[in-house]
């Protein structure tokens, strides 16, 4: 079978660093992605991990270890607009077939 | 900037009714996509087409079909609308690439089933 794992729910601190974990089990894995979903919106593509390693995009890092099946999310210098949920998701086969995570609700408190 | 479009923000329909959710795009993207969305449950896929007329399953296709007769428009028809399929119902298209992960939604339709 196939399954991606993250926490339900994160707490941070305005200005500080959180982590978004996620782990997968998958055949025919292809590459990771992050996505964002404030309230009400639409999700909206952050960053993808086709190797291992890390890519970082302003305040946004993504990594991936294959070798672990886990990647994470590192979300730097914290604002209140980074409140939304975030999804991991899964390209099996080829970059465009994805699986979506049940996603992370990251709340900032000032 | 890449549009994606759907034709209703909220839609109401009566159980057993037939519902259509039209989806659109201007960005010449081959791949489309149909999701839900339940609250704890994640975006599920329900029907993808990586071309005109060329349509393949997702994780959840009971009780749904699509349709793709123009490269830029994306259905999904609910044959006969059950309570169960209350949901949020986005689309999304990507390019057909080595960038197709990148996929773009659309504001989503929320649909209820009474």
């Known amino acids: 079978g196939q399954s991606l794992e993250q926490p339900s729910e994160v707490t941070a601190v305005e200005g500080a660093i959180v982590q978004i974990n996620c782990t997968y089990q998958t055949s025919g894995f292809y590459g990771l992605s992050w996505y964002q979903q404030h309230d009400g919106g639409a999700p909206t593509f952050l960053s993808y991990?086709?190797?291992?390693g890390l890519e970082e995009t302003g305040r946004f890092s993504s990594f991936l270890s294959r070798s672990d099946s886990y990647g994470y999310l590192l979300l730097q210098e914290l604002q209140m607009k980074d409140s939304a949920s975030y999804f991991c998701a899964v390209s099996r086969g080829s970059a465009s077939k994805i699986i979506f995570g049940s996603g992370t609700r990251l709340s900032i408190r000032p | 900037d890449v549009k994606v479009t759907q034709s209703s923000r909220y839609l109401v329909k009566r159980t057993g009714e037939k519902v259509f959710l039209e989806c659109v795009q201007d960005?010449?993207?081959?791949?489309m996509f149909w999701y839900r969305q339940d609250p704890g449950l994640g975006l599920r896929l329900i029907y993808f087409?990586?071309?005109?007329?060329?349509?393949e399953k997702g994780d959840i296709p009971e009780g749904y079909s699509v349709s793709r007769e123009k490269k830029e428009r994306f259905s999904l028809i609910l044959e006969s609308a059950s309570t169960n399929q209350t949901s949020m119902y986005l689309c999304?298209?990507?390019?057909?690439?080595?960038?197709?992960?990148?996929?773009?939604f659309g504001p989503g339709t929320r649909l209820t089933v009474t």
């Open positions: 999304a298209s990507s390019q057909g690439t080595s960038r197709g992960y990148e996929q773009y």
């Open positions: 991990n086709g190797l291992d």
């Open positions: 960005m010449d993207h081959e791949n």
């Open positions: 087409s990586y071309d005109v007329k060329m349509k």
